[in-house]
């Protein structure tokens, strides 16, 4: 089977929300404030964050963190973005507490909390803080999350010529699931939860903005697999492949690097594997 041809766009604003790092700069800066354990998730009001999980609350906090970027470079507001969320494993921790509810002695189930469990619940809820009423995806493809969740988002940004927004995000895999044997996923405990925001248009018509912050243009290829580069299973960053490929993806954005970073595992099972190949960045 042939490679696809490459995909180019534009990465005009990255976010990012984990543990002592509420921000994309904040953690480029190496500036960790240990206090900060739990998302504020601002762009939620009260009385709708109450009803958030934390995942959900992650996830606004990086599309606030990207979107503010990509304004300033030129990007659009979250009214007009077309959302796409990747997670493999989603809402799990709401699911995992619904299933225990229902066998309780009781067994009560809250509706807040069925209503939050599904995998598009974020989408959900910023979809109605900025008032956006373009069309959602959510993405679950298991080790081949963000390889998949990119090709939507891009799709979008290249076919149908409206910015993506781009959300990969899990969080802390529960107990009950976390040292499944035979599961690629939680081979690994991850330490803390993470979301990363990238808000994606078409370079085509691209014009220079006085007040540009930085903005990539990036490729989504297919390399052969024995020529793809692989990432390091010893980086204590790189704790299950939904993860894996950010790292090195970030530091490269951040840094105006070329790079070559794989978005899905290396297992010689297939002829060419997704990657995304970052041209450079601009940046004043």
Known sequence: MSAVAPLRFEIV???LWMPEYGSLN??????PDPGLVRPNAEILPPRLRRRTSFLTRIVSC????????????????LSVVRYVIGSAWGELDTTVSLLASM???????SPTSFTNSVHNTATGYL???????TGSNAVAAGEQTVAMAFLDAVATALVDRQEAMLVLADEVIPAPFAASEGDSLASGERTHAMAVAFQIRSPEGIASVANNERRALVELVQIREDRAPRLKVDDPEALDFVHDGLVPLLR???????????LEPIRGQHEHVWCLRVLGSDSQ
């Open 13 to 15: 604003g990255t976010g």
């Open 26 to 31: 904040a953690w480029r800066n190496g500036a």
């Open 62 to 77: 990086a599309v606030t963190d990207a979107n503010r970027q990509a304004v300033g470079n030129g990007g659009g507001s």
């Open 103 to 109: 066998f309780s002695d009781d067994g009560g189930v």
């Open 127 to 133: 979809s109605i803080v900025s008032d956006n009423h």
């Open 252 to 262: 490269a954005l951040c840094c105006g690097e070329e790079a070559l970073v794989p």
